[in-house]
Each structure stands twice: as C-alpha cells, then as structure tokens.
C-alpha cells in the first residue's frame, strides 16, 4: 500500500487537440491550475483525442498544446493520459451498462433525427424519442446494413448540480434530454461516458471547464451514479470574448497561440492579461504564476463574459 499522501484538491485540463490553442483554452488550464495549486493540490492533463474525424491533425496539434502550455509556464502532475490509449477500458464500463440491460442500439441516420425530434435547450442536439427502443419492443428487425449507435436509458426524473459558480443547474433527463449515445455507430466511445470514466479512475475532485458544457453534467453525474463512480465538484466558468463582446473561436484563429507567441517574447504580459479580464488585477501587467497564486480566488471571477483587455 503507497504511503503517499492524497492530494486535497485534484483538478485537470482535458482539451481536444481539433486546433492549436486559443487565449480561451489557456484561460480554463490557468485556472484549473490556479484553483488546484492555490490549495495544495494537484492538476492532471488528459488528451481527449478519442475522435480522430473531429481531429484530423490530433498529433501535430497536441505536440503545439503541449508546448504552448510549457511556454505559459503550467507544469502538470504524473504522466499525460490519452484517450484513443484507452479503449479497452471504456469498453468495460459499456459492458457493465450492457450487461444491466441500460443500453440499447439506435439505428438512426443524422437527418432522421434531425427531422422527428425537439432540440435540446443548451445545446441543439435532439432530443430523442425512443423510436429504436419502441421498435425492439415491438419486435420489429433492424435496417440491414446499418451500424447502430448505442443509447442509455435515462429516468424520468431530475438531476441537480450545484456549480462554484453558476449555482444550481437542474434538468429532468428523460424530457430536457433522453436517452443519449454512449457508443457511436463508428464503434468510438461517446465524450459523455469516456470523461465520467477517466475522471472517476484519475481521481479527480475538481472540473473546472466553459459553461457551455454545464449541459452535459447532470448526463455525468448519472452516470457516475449508475456506474457507482465519485462526482467531482464543478466549476463552469464564463466563456472568453475579445473586448467587443465576441465569443474567441478556434475555427476563426481568434486569440491563436501561433499569433500571441509571435507578439509576446515571454508569457508574463499574457497572463497579467488573462488576469485582469478574470478580475485577479485591476488592469493588465506583466506577472508569474506564482504571483497569481496569492491572488487566486473564486469569489473574485465574473459570472458572465469574461473580456479580454482592450487592444490585447
């Protein structure tokens, strides 16, 4: 038995390499990091490069992540954990979910979907009608030809989060959401089941992530619950926008690591930018890390927007 000493806080950053890094993707690792450090803790990086079609260039972009974050000075604990390494795990926790009888194969096409059922309020995915099920229970056979993806059954019934900084969030899975994929037709894991997994066996007691994914948690957490895994605390922090008010995009190269280092010679003014925007200063200034771990605090974030200075 290992003598070490748990962590108090464990926390990580789990980007998807579908580009190189934005100003916005390096807000949520400071403060993943800042929330963990400040607090004795630990902070965990995790590649989620499960989705080689969404990731065309994964290799080339986590080896520009990796080094964008050394240059932002983010030091990380343990080894860096991959999600297309680790398959054959999440394939065990699908099995347990199969074995209950909680899944079922969903043989419909994007546009059947698309065509037939209600969007889901946060995020636009439809919200499905159970059609598949329907027709297995009916005993009716599936379209030949084609692969299915594969459903797990929610209740109908609430889930509630309380977030550190969006309070509480509340959904009723089976109306807001139903039944959602946790293995595409393609045979890859879905994000939902994949991340419930790896934070579970990580460790991890912190999340902190955009608030344009506080929608997928109360999908997590009954997960968490039906696989009897530890929900972490959360902490969905405002989305960054350039000093006009316009949401930074990787698709648009907007906040590019690329550009930034071409400017910056060190990180010091960057993260005395990113710092004043999170409310950590009163105006921009070069500054380290460990400066800003004596200024840390959640109290001191927006809720909304967070802005990034004018002219940066």
């Known amino acids: 038995m290992s003598d070490r000493k748990k962590p108090p806080v464990v926390g990580r950053f789990a980007p998807t390499p579908s580009a190189r890094l934005h100003l916005g993707n390096l807000m949520c690792a400071l403060l993943a990091w800042l929330s963990a450090k400040s607090r004795g803790g630990e902070i965990l990086l995790r590649v989620e490069d499960l989705d080689a079609a969404r990731c065309p260039y994964m290799g080339e972009n986590t080896k520009y992540m990796l080094d964008d974050l ?26 347990q979910l199969e074995e209950r009888g909680l899944i079922y194969p969903c043989y419909c096409s994007r546009a059947e979907l698309h065509a037939t059922t ?41 889930i509630s989060v309380f977030d550190g900084l969006q309070g509480e969030y509340r959904e009723n899975l089976l109306r807001d959401c139903s039944d959602f994929v946790v293995r595409r037709a393609d045979g890859v894991f879905a994000y939902q089941l994949a991340v419930v997994v790896d934070d579970a066996l990580s460790g991890v007691t ?8 506080l929608f997928s948690t109360p999908r997590q957490i009954y997960l968490q619950k039906t696989l009897g895994l530890a929900t972490p ?13 316009r949401r930074l995009s990787k698709r648009d190269g907007d906040g590019c690591m690329e550009s930034v280092r071409a400017k910056y010679k ?11 925007a999170l409310g950590l200063l009163p105006k921009p200034e070069a500054v380290t890390l460990p400066d800003l771990l004596s200024l840390f605090a959640w109290e001191k974030l927006p809720r909304d927007a967070i802005k990034l200075p004018e002219g940066f």
């Not at 946060?122 to 299915?148: F, H, K, V």
């Not at 912190?206 to 994914?213: A, H, P, T």
């Open 266 to 276: 060190n990180a010091a003014p960057v993260l005395g930018a990113l710092a004043a």
């Open 206 to 213: 912190e999340v902190v992530r955009g608030n344009d994914l």
């Open 118 to 158: 209600a969007p889901h309020l946060s995020d636009n995915t439809p919200i499905y009608d159970r059609r598949c099920l329907l027709r297995a229970e009916r005993g009716e056979m599936p379209p030949e030809g084609r692969r299915p993806a594969w459903r797990v059954k929610v209740p109908d019934g609430e």
């Open 70 to 95: 050394a240059w932002l000075g983010l030091e990380f604990d343990g080894e860096v954990l991959y999600q297309s390494k680790r398959s054959d795990i999440y394939r065990s926790y699908f099995e």
């Open 233 to 245: 605390n959360y902490y969905h922090i405002p989305l960054l926008t350039d000093a006009a008010g």
